[in-house]
């Protein structure tokens, strides 16, 4: 009915939740499940994969989930939110920025182009 544990594939998921709605969580570094709160006139941004691979992991991507609350709590509500998501340029290279590596630290991550990637990631989803 919502949405399952995911991480979002760009660099960056902007979010403008209903006033509100609920049922969006994210895992905290803790490993658990965390309600994500609609504050007014706040959007809700999430790192992708792709900032994690140009940060080489210093910002990570957010594992997030939409659930379904329990109906006393809105979960019957139709929830809505204004999504932006924010992916470089189809042929941009994605590659570990230099400020997020200490001397002598190697890249976790090879190069990538950013169509290419995004597109792999959505096949990926649909086997």
Known sequence: MRAGAHTDYGSLT???????????????????????????????????DLMARWTNDRWVSTVHRVVNPPAQQGGKD????????????WDAEIAV???CLSEGEAPK???????????????????
């Not at 609920?22 to 709160?37: M, N, S, Y």
């Not at 139709?78 to 340029?89: G, K, L, T």
Request: charged share 15%; proline share 13%.
């Open 78 to 89: 139709r929830r809505q939110s204004m999504a932006f998501f924010h992916q470089p340029n």
């Open 109 to 127: 991550y090879e190069p990538v182009r950013s169509g290419p990637y995004l597109m792999g990631k959505f096949k990926a989803t649909t086997k």
């Open 97 to 99: 920025l230099d400020a």
């Open 14 to 48: 902007i979010l403008l939740p209903q006033p509100g709605s609920r049922g969006l969580q994210i895992v905290t570094p803790g490993g658990e499940w965390a309600e994500v709160p609609p504050v007014p006139g706040a959007f809700v941004i999430n790192i992708g």
